[in-house]
Structure formats: structure tokens, C-alpha cells
């Protein structure tokens, strides 16, 4: 669940350094400062010198299904789901091809809290399985059964407090602080030397592992504790089960979390049906040029600690601040750092001319692509560090990370407090372009919410409310975890249609891992555009490669008229140059091989359908020498 972020947890010394740091030298040593002072939190009391597990081998085959557990299936009307319930559906989910359930719900939890009904996020006892989804040997046969499917189970973990009627508040006083988020829920007070808390907490969390056999967790908001997690991981390892561990919000930190759910999401509102992501969208491989340094507009904000006032600049010239993108340099940030020893991931740089020789008390940095880094932020991934003095800075952001990129289709936080009424909060909604082109054939780990696969219809829980607090409006709530799923749809050949072809779409990822794999996140992919011409606007095909073949991805969103496109298969940049002919097979929606000359391949011509429509909105090829 995605709370208000924009309470600073920076301390008033820490506030008031950046402020007077900024007088003489520049910004470079309160930045680090600040950095350092996180990762001290980040490694502190408890932290183990044990060497910390990696990421599991199966992490990057991973086609993560997040399923609210109580409106995945309805057998006794609303919000009846049950863990057995669930487990008579495995069947399906096995056979969409889905290798990982987010399953947020488990644990004892308040029935009408938020939004008005039962959700993992009004957590009463962590520690105790919700019994009105079953029983701890029904919990424990859904995992067995998963595992027997070939399914990891991930658990949704409220990391940070929990419901003011919890007893854990009146058994473990000292444990808890108000929340800073929302004041109607209790913190616990991770920082306040609780040794009980920490051991009590790496014990539930290690025995989901050791007795019920779950394969991690995602981290409601943020990891809270890492050297905890790290504890919990180490315990797994050694009980012969290594797990991962994914945060909602965008930190990744080695030994602890191995990817973030919130990475690159395709929608980036909560609150506006439309706000898609646009590279993700129509530039794939414009996206990954942001990201890698080689294109991009960055806006840089400074705020002057004296007066208060601000000056603004961006790489398109807009602004008094004069801004040029210098790509990737070495690491500045060592954003995961221990001590003064740098992560070694290089970082984006940017020049910032014309800046007033006044005390700075913050700057920010936005991308065109949804980035946005800050000196006073409360996540440490998103911190920048910049060096110089003015009229001319050097700010350094960090677009890359470690562990493993993910991508987000829609997740159960779509429809927040505020959605219009009569929207679908689902975001493919029947378009292959988006599922396709857009999601499974990028090189990330791909997560969505169960129903996106058939255009499920959204159906709230009658008592659903649209507030966030309280009971008003009840059935009117857009919230997607209040989804009921409506099974009987899959018989409609609308429906049926869209889980056919998703379905065949994860299979083809998988059958073509070896070009369509999950790259490292500090490893540019072998990504690039493909030069076309076409008919309509469509978004800009994508290539990917390995020594042996391409995959081509071509895309149609237009859900009226098919799209026709010639596109020159840049076969030299990509290394496959030099041959006779080559074969070409229809991977996606057809099973066809043709055999092209490469100066056929110079002038490559295809249908795209239109999308939401079967067999339409993307097209898929696989390239290779015809030896």
C-alpha cells in the first residue's frame, strides 16, 4: 500500500549541516554525510558480518501474480476467498504460466478498515494466520501445492506497524511510536534499541520460511530494518531455503533486497486512468537511453537556504539554470555504501551553469521518464551528491542500481482515494501492445494483478468504500485490491481471448529466454530502435539480441485500424551482418518461417492488427543466420 511520502525522516542537525555545509566548499561532503548516515542505519546494531546469500538462480524467470487472496475467488459471496479456496485455482495460474504469487493476505488483520474492508495493510499480529482465510495446515498445503505447480509464494509483509487494537500495543508498549504516515495507525519503533522486537521479528518472518516453506517477501512501503532482513535471509540460507525479498518503494540493497516492486511502473498515477509511463509505452528503447545516460531531459530545481528562493533549469533550455547532460560517470553517489567504500555503479552527470552564490538548501533533479532525486529525501536510492562551487556545479543522480529490474503492469493500489467512479482501474484493460510490447518482452521481471490476464472487469466488494478512512459511498470504491474476480467471464470469448494470447505471450517468454532474459540492472541490455516507416502512429519497434539471434518487437495501440510497417533490421549494428539470407519465424501471433536476403531485411514489411483485439496490438519475430 502507498502511503503519503513526503515526510522527511531527516533529523533537524541533519537539516541544519545541509544548510551550513553549503557555505564555502560546496555541497559534496553534507551530501556524503547524509549518505553515510543512512547507510549506517541501513547496516546497524544486529547487522551480521556472515557473508549474505544472493539472489536465487530462478529470481530472473520470475512472472510475479499478485492475488488479493479474499477477492481472487468469491465461493460463499464477497470477500470469501480462503487459502483453499485459492489453492483449487493453482490449476489456472500454472497454466497462464505464472512462476511467482504476491499473495497479499495471510495474517491476522482488521475487517473494515481500509477502504472499508478486510486487507493485509490493517494488520493486527503478523505472527498469526487471519483464520477466516483457513486454518495454518491450509495455509501451509496452498504453499505445498504451489511449490508442486512450480510456483514460489511471496508474502506481503505491513513493515511498519500495525492496527491500534492489536494487543501486541498493550503486551509490548515500548515496541510501538505513533505512525508517521497516518496517525490512525502505530509504529513500531524500529530505532529505539528493542532487542525483543528485532529477535520477535526475525523470528516470524524466518519460521514462514522454515515451517510453511514461503519463498520471501514484498515490503509494505519501504524495508524498515534492513540489517533484520538480512538476519531473516541469512536463516533461510541456512535452513537450505534461499528466498527474495522485494520492497515497494525503488531501494534494492545487496544482501537484503534483490529487486523493488515499484521500479518501473507502467502507470504512474494512482488516481488517473490515463497517466501512463511514456516511454515504457511507445520508446522501450528510449527508455533504456534515459536510463544509461545517452538521452534524456533532466529539470533541475535549487532552493536557496536564505531567502527561500528558487531557480529552475532544464537540458531543453527552459529556465534561468543552464543544464547539459555529460551521461554516465563514475560512481559519486555509492548509494549502498559501508563506510567510505563506493558501490562501483557509475552515475548519471549533469552540468548546472549560472547558479547564485547563496547557501543551498536543497536541489532536486526530475527525468522525463519519472526519476526524481532530492538532497532531503527519505529514501536513500533517490539521495544526489553534487560538487563545485557556483556559478557551476556537477550533480551527480543514480539511474542504476543493483540486483534485478522489474516492471509493473498494475498492482492492487491502482483506483487509490480519488479515482473517478466510473473508471476501470485495470491498466492493460485488453491491450496486447501494453502486455506485449510494453511488459513481457522487456528485459525485467514482469508483476500483475490477477484478472489483467482475461481484461477481468472491475466488480468491487459491496461495502467497498472510496475513502480511504471510513464507510461512505459504500460500493462505490475503485481501490484494485477490492476487486471481486468474476470467473464466469473466462467463458465470454472476449475474455477467453485475452488469457489465450497472454498466455502464449509468457510462454514465449520463456521459450525464447535466451534473447528475452532479465538483464542485471547496472547491465545495459542489448536493446536498440529499429528505423521504420508506417502507416499510423504506432510506438517505436525494439530489437533484442544475442550472439545466435534477435527477437523483433513491433507494437499497434491504434484500436481501430491495423498498422503497416517497413522497418530496416539494423542487422549490422547488432552483429549479424555478413550472411546469405537469414531465417525469419512469426513468433508472435503466428508460427511461420520465411527466408529473407539481408537486403530483404534492409526493407522488412509486416502487419500489425489492432490492438485489443485476438492476435493483435503486437507482433513478434525471431531473426537468425540460415545456416
Not at 74 to 89: D, Q, V
Not at 375 to 382: A, H, P, V
Request: aromatic share 10%.
Amino acid at each position: 500500500m502507498i502511503v503519503n511520502n513526503s515526510h522527511s525522516r531527516m533529523n533537524p542537525s541533519r537539516r541544519d549541516f545541509l544548510k551550513t555545509g553549503t557555505r564555502g566548499t560546496g555541497l559534496m561532503f553534507a551530501a556524503n554525510l547524509l549518505v553515510s548516515a543512512n547507510q549506517r542505519a541501513v547496516l546497524g546494531a544486529g547487522a551480521t558480518s556472515s557473508p549474505q546469500p544472493s539472489s536465487p538462480h530462478w529470481t530472473k524467470d520470475l512472472v510475479i501474480y499478485e492475488i488479493a487472496t479474499k477477492g481472487f475467488t468469491s465461493p460463499n459471496g464477497p470477500e470469501s476467498g480462503t487459502f483453499n479456496s485459492l489453492r483449487a485455482k493453482l490449476p489456472y495460474v500454472q497454466e497462464l504460466g505464472i512462476t511467482g504469487i504476491w499473495l497479499t493476505g495471510h495474517s491476522l488483520a482488521q475487517p473494515h478498515y481500509f477502504y472499508n474492508i478486510w486487507s493485509q495493510y490493517s494488520n493486527i499480529e503478523p505472527g498469526k494466520i487471519e483464520p477466516s482465510l483457513g486454518t495454518p495446515e491450509e495455509f501451509k498445503s496452498l504453499i505445498d501445492e504451489a511449490h508442486n505447480r512450480g510456483i514460489r509464494v511471496f508474502l506481503d509483509v505491513h513493515v511498519h506497524g500495525v492496527h491500534p487494537s492489536s494487543p501486541l500495543i498493550k503486551n509490548h508498549p515500548g515496541w510501538f511510536r505513533k505512525w508517521v504516515y497516518d496517525a490512525s495507525m502505530v509504529d513500531f519503533d524500529w530505532y529505539g534499541g528493542h532487542t525483543d522486537l528485532d529477535n520477535w521479528w526475525v523470528t516470524i518472518w524466518t519460521d514462514c520460511v522454515t515451517q510453511y516453506g514461503v519463498d520471501g517477501f514484498r515490503l509494505d512501503i519501504d524495508v524498515g530494518r534492513p540489517d533484520l532482513w538480512a538476519r531473516i535471509r541469512q536463516n533461510a540460507a541456512a535452513a537450505g531455503h534461499d528466498i527474495v525479498a522485494f520492497e515497494e518503494d525503488n531501494s534494492v540493497i545487496p544482501g537484503v533486497t534483490d529487486f523493488a516492486q515499484r521500479e518501473n511502473p507502467m502507470s504512474v498515477s494512482q488516481t488517473e486512468p490515463e497517466a501512463l509511463n511514456p516511454f515504457l509505452v511507445q520508446d522501450v528503447a528510449g527508455f533504456y537511453d534515459r536510463k544509461f545516460g545517452k538521452a534524456g531531459d533532466y529539470r533541475v530545481e535549487i532552493q536557496y537556504a536564505d531567502d527561500g528562493t528558487r531557480a529552475e533549469g532544464s537540458v531543453s533550455g527552459k529556465g534561468t539554470l543552464r543544464v547539459r547532460l555529460d551521461g554516465l560517470t563514475a560512481d559519486k553517489i555509492g548509494r549502498r555504501r559501508a563506510g567510505d567504500h563506493l558501490d562501483g555503479i557509475p552515475d548519471v552527470q549533469l552540468t548546472v551553469d549560472n547558479v547564485s552564490a547563496k547557501p543551498i538548501d536543497n536541489i532536486m533533479v526530475r527525468d522525463d521518464r519519472g526519476g526524481e532525486w532530492q538532497l532531503q529525501y527519505n529514501r536513500i536510492r533517490r539521495l544526489l551528491v553534487f560538487e563545485g562551487k557556483p556559478p557551476s556545479l556537477q550533480i551527480y543522480v543514480a539511474t542504476l542500481g543493483h540486483g534485478w529490474p522489474s516492471i509493473q503492469l498494475s498492482c492492487h493500489d491502482s483506483g487509490w482515494e480519488g479515482f473517478p467512479q466510473d473508471r476501470n482501474p485495470y491498466v492493460a484493460q485488453g491491450s496486447r501492445a501494453l502486455f506485449g510490447y510494453s511488459f513481457l518482452f522487456t528485459p525485467m521481471i514482469p508483476i500483475f494483478f490477477s484478472g489483467e490476464e482475461f481484461d477481468a472487469s472491475f466488480r468491487p466488494i459491496p461495502w467497498l468504500s472510496p475513502h480511504f478512512l471510513g464507510d461512505q459511498d459504500a460500493g462505490k470504491g475503485r481501490w484494485l485490491y477490492g476487486c471481486m474476480l468474476d470467473w464466469d467471464e473466462l467463458d465470454k470469448p472476449e475474455h477467453r481471448a485475452m488469457f489465450e494470447d497472454v498466455k502464449s505471450m509468457i510462454a514465449l517468454r520463456k521459450r525464447e529466454a535466451d534473447v528475452l532474459a532479465v538483464i542485471p540492472d547496472r547491465q545495459e541490455p542489448k536493446l536498440r530502435a529499429v528505423p521504420r516507416e508506417r502507416d499510423i502512429a504506432v510506438p517505436i519497434p525494439y530489437i533484442r539480441w544475442n550472439d545466435r539471434s534477435a527477437i523483433l518487437v513491433a507494437a499497434n495501440r491504434n484500436t481501430r485500424n491495423d498498422a503497416q510497417l517497413r522497418l530496416r533490421i539494423p542487422l549490422q549494428e547488432i552483429g549479424m551482418a555478413g550472411h546469405r539470407s537469414y531465417k525469419v519465424t512469426d513468433l508472435w501471433p503466428g508460427d511461420e518461417t520465411k527466408v529473407y536476403s539481408d537486403r530483404d531485411l534492409a526493407g522488412f514489411t509486416c502487419t500489425v492488427k489492432r490492438d485489443r483485439t485476438r492476435g493483435g496490438g503486437v507482433r513478434v519475430f525471431k531473426i537468425e543466420p540460415n545456416l
